[in-house]
Structures are given as C-alpha cells and as structure tokens.
C-alpha cells in the first residue's frame, strides 16, 4: 500500500515538474515579446506572489497547515534586509541571506508554538500574528520610518537583470520543493495533511515536521520579500496587509492547491489579470475572491486540476 | 499617578466598549458552537450594519430609531444567505471531500471578506460617512465622570440585546435547539431537531448582532469598506478568551478586553493599543487555548 502510494505519488510529482518547468521557460522567452519596461515589472511582481504563493501552498497544499501570515512574513523579509541597510550599511548580498536566516528563524519559532494548534486555531494565530508585525513596523516610526515606507538600495542596474535574477531564484525553489516533496520528508509532510493520527500512529513526528514546514515556509516568503525590497527600492507596512494575504491564498486556490503547477501558474495568471482589471476599474479584488470562493464550493483542485483532467 | 476619577472614567469607557464587542462576540461564538468554524467574515457582518444604518438614515432621513432594526435586518439576511449558501457542504455530506472542514471554512470565509469589502469599496465608495447619533444630547454626566449621549443609550440598547439574545438561547425553544445541535449534531437530529434550520438561526442571528455593533458604533467609527477588520480581530481574541462556544464566557472576556484596552492605551501605549488584545490571544492560545471557560476538547 505504501510503495504504491509513493510510486505514484512520485511519478505525478515529476508529470507536474515539467509542466511547472515549461511555464518558467516561457516566462524566460517573454522579455523577448515583452520590451515595455512597465509589463517586465508586472511579471517580477507576479514572480515576487509566486514564490509567495510556492511557500503558502508548501505549508497549506502539501502539510495541510492553514496559516494567515505569507505576507507578513514577505513584509518581514522586504523589512529585515532594508533596515539592515539602512542603519548598519549592510550591502544587499548579505542582507539577503541575513532576511532569510531572521524569517526563517522567526518562522521556526513562531512554528514552535503554533504547530501545536490545529485548524481555526493556527489560522487566528498567524492572522493576529501578521496584524501585530504590520502595526509594529507601522508603529515604530523612528526606526522603520512608519508608513512613509523605507527607502532600500537597488542591486541590478536593468530591470531585464531584475527579472532574471527573480526567475532563477523562482527555478531554483521550484526545484528544491520538487526534491523535498519525493523525499521522505515530504511523505511525512503529505501523510501530514491527509491524516495527521494516522501519520502519527505510524511513528511520524508531526510536530517536528510541521514546524520545521513551517520555518522553510516562512524563509522563502522572506526571501520573496527580500528579493522584493531591492527590486522596487521602496517597502512599506502595505506589504504585511490582509489583502495580500487574499490575493496569495487566491493564487494558490484559483492555481491549484497541492501541485507544483498550480501556485506558479496561478499567481502569474491572477497577477497579471489584476493589472488588467486596475487598468479598467479597479475590480481586481472583487474578481478574484469570488473565484475563490467558487473554486473553494465547486473545484476544489483548481484550474490546474480541471487542465490536468481535461488533457487525461 | 492613578486619579480616582480618571480610572473610574476609564473603567466606564471600557465597559461600555466591551458590550459592543460582545455584540460581535456572541455571535461568533455561537457559530463556533455549532459549526465548529471560525467565521473569518464576521467583521463584514459588521460593515454592513454600519452602512446600512448610516446610509438608510442619510438617504431616507428616517429616525435612527427606525433604521437600527433595519440594519440589523440587513446583517441577519447577509448571514441567512451566506450560511445557505456557503456552509452548507461543512454537514450538509460532501463527507469525500479532500479539503478538510477547517480549511474549507478558512478560505471560503476569509475569501468571503475580502470579497465583501471591495464590493462595498466599488460600489459605495472608500470614504467614510458619520453615522446618525441616537440622541441629541452630547454630554451627559454621571456622577464624577462625562459619558458622550449617544454612546451611552448605545450602550443600554446593547446591553438590552445581550440579556435578550442570552435570555433566547437558554430558554426558548430555538435556543434549546441551538444548544442541543452544538452539543452533538447527530444527537440532536436523532431526536429530531431541524440541524440546518439551526445552523441558519445561528447565522442569522450572529449577522444580525454583528450589524447591530456595526450600527451603534457608526457615529463614533465612522463607516469605512475596512471597519469591521479590527472589531473582528477583537472578537477573535475574546472567543478565544472566553473559551470558544461559551457565551457567558465571551460576554464577560469582552467586557475584560474593553476594560483592558481602555487603561492600557493610557498608561501603557496609545499608539500599540490595538496590539494588546493580539498579544493576549497569542499568549492564551500558548498557555490555555481552552479559554477561561471553554472545556478541553479530546479526540477518540
């Protein structure tokens, strides 16, 4: 039962690696279609949600933990390597990785403590979690100059540098979930979610694995930020909001929650449609949690799910 | 140096902040019971009461008195059709889903608010309208301390609603029905209790409180898309508080966070004042996540 359950488990985890990997080829080709500077920024954005949406669906997809803080934890990281700047001088190739390991390590704590609540619980925790790290750093206006925002250096000179610097970071963790999803570890993480009893009466230790779930979630959340914060060259408390919390969890459930194509597809699609509907009035939002909402009711396996069933 | 009648002025404000919370709390608390979810959207429930008091008043020049049975009545037909509509799969089979119970709730609810706030956003506008106060009379003096007039007769109808709502669940027929359901589901509808009928009482219910808080407070917070955010984190943090399902409990941890709130944005932080009642809920969701007067749930 169990050999089967891997065997197949592993042979749809590649299936979907190549269609993840053909999206990010394609994405490596549009600079060619795309010349106009505004657009190449739509996509680093959209690739920024993406690896958001990566992480969230890691802990939400595969470990079946439900936490309200991925753009906290974006907003730490963008935070985190900006103030390192901005006080200290710490040049970005060490503030990054510093961003990471301080999310990480805020993750792997904060997973210490929640990974022990289940359902309602761990969603209100995270909620009010992300609210107080968004009030603090909007609150502290001495040393994160509030809601003026912080001015963060910039690291490439292009913007066509920007964005493949972001899409190889984005293959690069596409990649490693690919290896930890068919490795033992990522069997606990999915045995995990579908009965977390039973994955424990077979010997898993599932507050261990959650937390550490947890805390590679939150390092590449915080790595998306901080990716983020010298791309755009200004971060601000908005990065922490409920609303982009939304706009990642609409992502992943309109992508496909649980697949490695889902969340990359869907956050290129939902970002990219959300420039469009600003452009015509504003009715991104609107839009985009009425599909979650369908999708949640009616197609549970997302648009990556029905592709998948239409093309079987 | 506490002043004895700054500390009496504080405590009366906290009080009376606190039976509006508890407007919000109940109801989410009796979803809780008997579904078993958190209802991410209840600050929305909120809103809407705020704008449908608000704007009826203004475009009607109805008396206040008028459109806060009005809004209550609009939060309680957002509820119905949201319990209808979307809670429906939590019991209703669906049993084969692989999205568990929890998560479904987690993201249609919160999907739900996000929804409603940028509807409310695009339709009526980002600013923020001034409620109608219910009386004309602005300060009214009791005893050492003054009370603004209308959030005093708020507070009393508040206060009026909770022993009414409180009353209704204990002893009349549908509040035993409510109870008996969030006890054991199947239970109650072995012995024949309507369990769906239940499930949209209570949601009604919780929209029409929600919207009721909402309504009262709109001369003091002004109506915006985002309003109901905070005063449904607030909420969060006294269900858990309280003990999640317990309505004394949550009652009386309202009254405590009001309380709480009150002396501490001024002699701890006014600018982190909203910080505190997330603090506590991490540090009871750590230490006691049964609440004070929830009871510990096991698994068989």
């Known amino acids: 039962m169990r050999r089967h359950l891997t065997v197949g488990t592993r042979a749809r985890a590649r299936s979907e690696l190549v269609y993840a990997l053909a999206i990010l080829a394609a994405v490596a080709l549009a600079p060619l279609a795309v010349a106009n500077d505004y657009w190449l920024g739509v996509l680093i954005v959209s690739m920024y949600f993406a690896l958001l949406a990566a992480a969230w669906n890691l802990l939400a997809g595969y470990t079946g933990q439900f936490s309200l803080a991925p753009a906290a934890f974006g907003m730490i990281g963008a935070y985190a390597t900006g103030l390192l700047s901005y006080h200290y001088a710490v040049p970005p190739l060490l503030g990054i990785p510093a961003a990471v390991a301080i999310v990480g390590l805020i993750g792997l704590t904060l997973g210490r403590v929640v990974m022990r609540l289940r359902g309602p619980y761990l969603a209100l925790t995270t909620l009010s979690f992300g609210e107080i790290m968004r009030l603090v750093v909007s609150n502290s206006i001495n040393f994160t100059r509030g809601d003026l925002g912080l001015n963060v250096p910039g690291i490439l000179e292009s913007r066509v540098g920007y964005y493949y610097l972001m899409l190889a970071v984005l293959l690069a963790v596409e990649l ?38 947890f805390a590679l979630s939150a390092a590449i959340s915080g790595l998306a930020g901080a990716l983020y914060a010298h791309f755009a060259q200004l971060v601000s408390p908005e990065l922490g909001l409920l609303s982009q919390t939304g706009l990642i969890v609409s992502m992943v459930v309109i992508g496909g929650m649980g697949t490695l194509v889902g969340p990359i597809g869907g956050a290129f699609l939902v970002y990219v449609a959300s420039e469009f509907l600003r452009n015509v009035g504003g009715y991104q939002l609107i839009v985009f949690a009425l599909f979650v909402i369908i999708f949640a009711r009616f197609f549970r396996e997302g648009l990556w799910g029905l592709l998948r069933r239409a093309i079987a | 140096m506490l002043s004895l009648s700054l500390s009496l002025d504080l405590l009366v404000n906290g009080l009376i902040i606190g039976l509006f919370y508890a407007l919000m709390a109940i109801g989410l608390s009796l979803i809780f019971g ?60 669906y049993t084969s889903w692989g999205l568990m119970k929890d998560e479904y709730a987690v993201i249609v609810t919160f999907g739900l608010s996000l929804l409603l706030i940028n509807l409310v956003d695009k339709v009526v506008g980002p600013y923020g309208y001034r409620g109608p106060s219910l009386v004309q009379v602005s300060r009214i003096a009791l005893g050492p301390i003054m009370i603004s007039g209308h959030r005093l007769i708020a507070a009393a109808v508040a206060l009026l609603v909770i022993v009414a709502v409180a009353l ?32 949209a009482i209570v949601f009604a219910l919780a929209g029409g ?21 905070f005063p449904a984190i607030k909420s969060y943090v006294i269900v858990v508080l309280g003990g999640m399902g317990s309505i004394p409990g949550s009652i009386l941890a309202s009254l405590m966070l009001g309380v709480l709130e009150s002396f501490g944005a001024v002699y701890i932080s006014y600018d982190y004042r909203d910080t505190f009642g997330l603090a506590i809920l991490i540090l009871f969701l750590l230490f006691r996540p049964q609440g004070l007067f929830g009871e510990r749930e096991r698994e068989v």
């Open chain 1, 176 to 213: 490693g979930l690919f290896l930890l999803l068919r490795s033992r570890a990522g069997l606990y993480l999915q045995a995990i979610r579908d009965d977390e009893v039973a994955a424990a009466s077979r010997g898993v230790r599932i507050v261990l694995w959650k937390t550490l779930a």
């Open chain 2, 168 to 199: 209704f669940i204990r002893y009349s027929f549908w509040g035993r029905q409510i109870r008996a359901v969030a006890q054991n589901r199947l239970g109650a509808s072995l012995a024949g209790i309507d369990t769906a009928k239940a499930s």
């Open chain 2, 209 to 229: 409180l929600a919207a009721l808080a909402g309504a009262l407070l709109s001369p003091i917070f002004n109506p915006t898309p985002d309003v109901g955010v």
């Open chain 2, 34 to 93: 008997i579904l078993r979810i958190v209802n991410f959207a209840h600050g929305e429930f909120y809103m809407v009461g705020a704008y449908a008091y608000t704007l009826i008043a203004l475009a009607f020049g109805l008396s206040p008195w008028l459109t806060l049975p009005l809004a209550f009545a609009a939060g309680a037909a957002v509820g119905f059709v949201v319990e209808r509509l979307l809670m429906r799969p939590l019991y209703a089979g």
